[in-house]
Structure formats: structure tokens, C-alpha cells
């Protein structure tokens, strides 16, 4: 491997905190959820809820609900107003490109990289986001847990999905992963992936990243496309 990342090949980018700006949607679907499970606002319940789902933001949603209702039903009640909620609000107009991040993804595709986008939100949901951003055909694929088997992160598993479906590396270490939670970093640690990068715009900090394993840590995808150049 280069200094300059010349040779990857395959970019692995999250979506809500990565290139998409939800504004905090997640914590509010997540009261949407509370509400439809009988969580009282202000209790301590929901208080320690609230902070597991802001502690484990780019785990797979369905996961996350497994471990704060236990049973599977409760779990996938839980998971479908969550989904409902944000969906509403994506609908509603309240998400953005982060700045500059649509432009970072042409440039790394202009550069013959092949980009995946990625999420932890069932498959609905990213289609009304992608939908809602103008972004479908954006990238060749895009990937949420159940197109892995139903592992989200911090499992690997939708970035070895995205080097078998994509067939676009030859390598794992020819793959970059880029992602604003320690969840992004460690799935890409766990890939064995060439570059793994966390970003500042969204849920997790430099301390995380480095925790996870980060081999970088990025103010923002825009500068991904100059890192891998060696211009950064």
C-alpha cells in the first residue's frame, strides 16, 4: 500500500452523521419509539434509553431496541414506530447533504473509485432518505444490515458485502471505510479494511475513533478524496 492510498479501490461511506445531516432526527424518532412503548417522558427510563441510543448511534437500529425492550416482539414494535417516526420526519424535509459530501462522492467516483453507501436503518428508511436527497443512482449500491445477513455494525459484515457485491477490490486492505462513530471505525477495523476514518460531523469524537482503531480521523468526508490523492 501506498502512502498516497492509490490503490484503493472501494469506499465505504455511512450515511446520517457522514454525508447526510439528519439534525438529530434519531433522538427524536427514538422519542416517537419511548411513546409507543409506554416510556415515560422525564423518567429515569427513559433518561438511561435515551443515553444508551445516543451511545450506540451507527449500530444497527433493530439491535439497539433488542437490547433496551429484551423480547424480539417488543424489540420489532419498538424498531417499527422508530422507523415510522423517522421517516416522517425525513419526508418532512428535515435532512440535508452534509456540506460538500455529494460532490466528495463524485470526486472519488470521478477518481475510479467505487463508492457503497451504508446505514444501520432498515431498508425503507434509507430509501426515503436517499429518496429525499435526490441521491438514488447517486452510488451502485447501498447497503443496510438486512443486505448483509442482518448484521449492522459493529459487525463487518456490510463491508464484506460491499467488496463481494461491488467485486471493485481485490483486496480487503484496497477498501476505505469512513464513518462518524466508533461503530463505523470498528466494522472497518474488523474488515480488515486499508484506511478506516472518522469524521467530526457527527455523533463521535476523536477519542472514540482512536479506541476503535481509526487509522485517521477527517474534519469531514469532503477531505476523504484528497487523503486518498496524498494531497491531504
Known amino acids: 500500500m501506498t502512502s498516497t492510498f492509490e490503490d484503493i479501490r472501494l469506499v465505504v461511506l455511512d450515511m446520517a452523521g457522514t454525508?447526510?445531516?439528519?439534525?438529530?432526527?434519531?433522538?427524536?424518532?427514538?422519542?416517537?419509539?419511548?411513546?409507543?412503548?409506554?416510556?415515560?417522558?422525564?423518567?429515569?427510563?427513559?433518561?438511561?434509553?435515551?443515553?444508551?441510543?445516543?451511545?450506540?448511534?451507527?449500530?444497527?437500529?433493530?439491535?439497539?431496541?433488542?437490547?433496551?425492550?429484551g423480547a424480539?416482539?417488543?424489540?420489532?414494535?419498538?424498531?417499527?414506530a422508530f422507523e415510522k417516526a423517522y421517516g416522517e420526519?425525513?419526508?418532512?424535509?428535515?435532512?440535508?447533504?452534509?456540506?460538500g459530501a455529494r460532490e466528495a462522492i463524485e470526486q472519488l467516483q470521478a477518481d475510479g473509485r467505487t463508492v457503497v453507501l451504508t446505514t444501520g436503518f432498515?431498508?425503507?428508511?434509507?430509501d426515503a432518505v436517499l429518496g429525499a436527497l435526490g441521491w438514488r443512482g447517486l452510488v451502485p449500491v447501498t447497503l443496510c444490515p438486512a443486505d448483509?445477513?442482518?448484521?449492522?455494525?459493529?459487525?463487518?459484515?456490510?463491508?464484506?458485502?460491499?467488496?463481494v457485491r461491488?467485486?471493485?477490490?481485490?483486496?480487503?486492505?484496497?477498501?476505505?471505510?469512513?464513518?462518524?462513530?466508533?461503530?463505523?471505525?470498528?466494522?472497518?477495523?474488523?474488515?480488515?479494511?486499508?484506511?478506516?476514518?472518522?469524521?467530526?460531523?457527527?455523533a463521535h469524537g476523536d477519542a472514540e475513533f482512536d479506541a476503535a482503531g481509526a487509522t485517521h480521523v477527517l474534519d469531514s468526508v469532503t477531505e476523504l478524496p484528497f487523503l486518498l490523492k496524498g494531497v491531504l
Open 19 to 69: 454525508t447526510v445531516a439528519d439534525g438529530g432526527l434519531v433522538e427524536r424518532a427514538f422519542e416517537a419509539a419511548a411513546a409507543e412503548m409506554g416510556v415515560a417522558p422525564g423518567s429515569a427510563d427513559h433518561a438511561e434509553k435515551l443515553d444508551h441510543v445516543r451511545a450506540t448511534m451507527g449500530e444497527s437500529k433493530i439491535s439497539v431496541f433488542r437490547h433496551l425492550f
Open 166 to 202: 461491488t467485486k471493485a477490490a481485490d483486496d480487503v486492505r484496497q477498501v476505505a471505510v469512513a464513518g462518524d462513530t466508533s461503530y463505523d471505525v470498528l466494522s472497518g477495523v474488523r474488515a480488515g479494511a486499508g484506511l478506516v476514518a472518522g469524521v467530526r460531523t457527527g
Open 122 to 126: 432498515a431498508r425503507v428508511t434509507q
Open 89 to 99: 420526519l425525513v419526508d418532512g424535509g428535515l435532512i440535508a447533504p452534509v456540506p
Open 148 to 163: 448483509a445477513g442482518g448484521r449492522g455494525r459493529p459487525f463487518p459484515d456490510m463491508v464484506l458485502e460491499a467488496f
Open 72 to 80: 424480539e416482539d417488543l424489540a420489532r414494535r419498538a424498531n417499527t
